[in-house]
């Protein structure tokens, strides 16, 4: 845990490797201590029907959703919401804002997952991380 999904209106394919941008935001997932990087789990899926604003073709969204295990502070909520949403958009948009000729509407929520309601079968198991 956690699993992190990247959802994105098909255009910024179109302009941005999106590959590319699935393993920097799985990079950065990795900083905080309380992911361990077999339970981790990073996807993007295109949304081929939107609308954006006043639909002007240059016009993209990135809606980032994180599901985490129960446990976690609010402020470590806090901090993995603001790592994972800082290097998403420094991936795309550069640092200064400039690598893109997108307008990209960006979002990101963190849900906490009700342990009473999952399953895990987690047959990966990682040097340095308990069985």
Known sequence: ???????????????HDVDALVAAVHDVALAPDWVPASG?????????HYRVADGAADRA???????VGPGRTDDEKQAFLDTLLDGAMAH???RDGSATDLAIAWS????????????????????????
Request: glycine share 4%; charged share 30%.
């Open 1 to 15: 845990m956690p699993h992190v999904t990247i959802e994105y209106s098909r255009n910024l394919a179109d302009a």
């Open 40 to 48: 981790l789990r990073t996807r993007a899926v295109a949304r081929a």
């Open 61 to 67: 969204f990135v809606a980032i959703t994180a599901r």
């Open 92 to 94: 795309v948009e550069g």
């Open 108 to 131: 990101i929520e963190v849900q906490e997952i009700d342990a009473r309601w999952r399953v895990n079968r987690n047959r990966i198991v990682l040097d340095g991380e308990p069985a």
